[in-house]
């Protein structure tokens, strides 16, 4: 059983620039959260969609958007990057929400 | 709000020995679940056991176990024969069952655990 893909694994963008990153869950799973993790901020939680609607949202500015398609993938795109919006960008998908199960993550340097 | 707080920002231990890594959290609710979940340097966060709030046995998953106490909101990693691929970043995470809280897992700061040979 394939786990939780993401991709790119390694991202370099330049400030004002947006990005997009992606994230196919399990086969099976409906549940896609998103999280940033940060050495100073730790792991934060972006927001969690289900069966293509936003359930649930953390505390992000608006740059910070996601969407789910009708086979579960998920994007979440930043736009107007800043220095601090580097990070490594977590994805897990989960069949019920008894455990979550995560990607290798997407590391972005914004330059 | 919920808070997760590991005390430990660092731990080492002998291969073969045993180590247990501390996890409090802070909240009101009654219906939730707690998690440890690694982090080697691979990056990929691993599920490494999981307890839901209203079971009292703590759960086993072969060389980990937890000591989870309710009231005193605590829920501890013990790992037993320690083993060089334990060595990773360990985290304690907390997630509200039910209600609107959908995928939002709380996560501590993080453990990082060395064993040596």
């Known amino acids: 059983k394939a786990g939780v893909t993401q991709t790119p694994r390694y991202l370099i963008k330049t400030r004002g620039q947006q990005v997009t990153l992606s994230c196919s869950p399990i086969?099976?799973?409906?549940?896609v959260s998103w999280y940033q993790q940060t050495p100073g901020q730790g792991l934060q939680f972006l927001f969690e969609y289900f069966s293509e609607t936003q359930r649930n949202k953390g505390n992000f500015p608006g740059r910070f958007s996601g969407r789910q398609f009708s086979n579960s993938r998920s994007e979440m795109n930043v736009s107007t990057l800043e220095l601090g919006d580097s990070a490594l960008y977590l994805c897990a998908s989960s069949f019920t929400a008894y455990g979550y199960t995560f990607g290798s993550g997407t590391r972005l340097t914004v330059v | 709000a919920q808070t997760v707080t590991q005390s430990q920002p660092e731990m080492s231990v002998q291969e073969a020995e045993t180590v247990t890594l501390s996890c409090t959290y802070d909240?009101?609710?009654?219906?939730?679940?707690l998690f440890w979940y690694k982090q080697p340097p691979s990056r990929q966060m691993i599920l490494v056991i999981r307890?839901?709030?209203?079971?009292?046995q703590n759960a086993t998953e072969n060389r980990f176990s937890v000591n989870f106490q309710k009231a005193a909101k605590s829920f501890s990693l013990k790992i037993s024969d320690s083993q060089l691929g334990d060595t990773a970043m360990y985290f304690c995470?907390?997630?509200?069952?039910?209600?609107?809280?959908?995928?939002?897992?709380?996560f501590g700061q993080g453990t990082i655990l060395t064993v040596h040979p």
């Open positions: 307890q839901e709030a209203y079971k009292q």
């Open positions: 086969s099976g799973h409906r549940s």
């Open positions: 909240t009101s609710e009654s219906n939730y679940y």
């Open positions: 995470a907390f997630m509200i069952a039910g209600g609107t809280s959908y995928g939002k897992l709380t």
